[in-house]
């Protein structure tokens, strides 16, 4: 029997193949889960091919989490798919703007540009979670990504407060679900090759970095460690863990220089 048996968890941001989303909703299935998989706009036709990969092939809603009207109905439309009780919820979203916000844009950046990576990228983990929180009603575990903010990378800029932001926020959702029974973590992977880091201008040197300090060793082609973590976050081996990143990044987070 599988860690997620009996279980039903919503994977949001899934686009890829190489999609950290496309591995945890993967891992899930095969660990006994029923998936919902969403993503929105133009991104949906891209998604609904490479579900077709997975088995069972999960529902796939749209959920744009700038849209009020989707995260309203979001609850009715989990319904509407089976999904009377959501055990899991995976928060794979993140936005800024590549050519105005990243790539050492940081004192440039205009602040329209700045509210729109911070509300995607950190706030939606909130609403996604409120979203979701009518059929919670046995508790469950909420698990977003992050890329480690206690530092400044280079290139990363906007994208790197707004993962600031994110993991703040997440710490005050543990505070304020918890009492309901709601775990909110986060898991910090090292660079992967997804879209979200080829959009990122000078990200191959995160590459760099990681092959010369992380002491594990990494392997950037490989999401299944990351996803596994994800995984065992928001199974029942975790039931007292909450507010807490857990990084998948090979041991770099805790070398010197």
């Known amino acids: 029997m599988g860690i997620l048996e009996g279980k039903n968890v919503l994977v949001t941001g899934l686009t890829h193949k190489t999609s950290i989303a496309y591995e945890v909703a993967r891992i899930a299935q095969a660990e006994g889960a029923t998936v919902v998989v969403s993503n929105f706009g133009r991104a949906m036709s891209l998604t609904n091919r490479v579900i077709q990969k997975l088995d069972p092939v999960p529902p796939l809603l749209e959920i744009d989490v700038t849209d009020d009207d989707h995260l309203a109905t979001l609850a009715d439309r989990l319904r509407e798919v089976g999904m009377e009780r959501v055990d899991g919820v995976v928060h794979s979203i993140a936005f800024a703007n590549a050519e105005s916000s990243m790539g050492g844009k940081f004192l440039e950046a205009p602040g329209p540009d700045v509210d729109t990576a911070v509300r995607i990228s950190a706030y939606s983990l909130v609403s996604l979670a409120m979203a979701c929180k009518p059929l919670m009603t046995d508790g469950g575990s909420v698990v977003g990504l992050t890329f480690d903010a206690t530092v400044a990378w ?54 760099e970095v990681w092959g010369q300090r992380a002491p594990l060793g990494w392997d950037a082609g490989d999401n299944g460690p990351t996803a596994r973590a994800v995984v065992a976050l928001l199974s029942d081996w975790f039931p007292a863990t909450t507010g807490e990143i857990v990084h998948v990044d090979g041991g770099l987070h805790a070398m010197g220089a």
């Open 154 to 207: 280079p290139a990363y800029d906007w994208m790197g407060v707004a993962k600031a932001a994110l993991e703040s926020t997440s710490r005050y959702l543990a505070r304020y679900l918890g009492p309901e029974g709601i775990r909110s973590n986060l898991v910090a992977a090292g660079p992967l090759e997804t879209i979200a880091k080829k959009a990122i201008p000078g990200a191959d040197a995160f590459n």
